[in-house]
């Protein structure tokens, strides 16, 4: 007894909108352009402040923490 292979019954709505689906890339290239000397200098130079800024940015203590080291001493 074989088993037929049943025909796919293909939708005319499916058929119809076919012409708009478009196939999607799995990759998406992403590359940075490219950048003058100039441009680069100046990055460079925000990146250095940032830096510095985020290195020596010390948060000082609460008003709640000195009052309560000035009590201890």
Do not use: C
């Not at 292979?5 to 689906?21: L, Q």
């Not at 940075?32 to 441009?39: H, I, V």
């Amino acid at each position: 007894m074989p088993l037929r292979a049943k025909k796919k019954k293909v939708s005319a709505k499916k058929e119809k909108y076919a012409k708009f689906h478009k196939e999607k890339v799995g990759t998406s290239d992403l590359s940075m352009p490219e950048l003058t000397a100039e441009q680069v200098k100046t990055a460079r130079a925000q990146e250095d402040q940032l830096a510095k800024f985020w290195r020596f940015n010390k948060n000082p203590p609460t008003k709640e923490i000195k009052d309560k080291k000035k009590k201890t001493k």
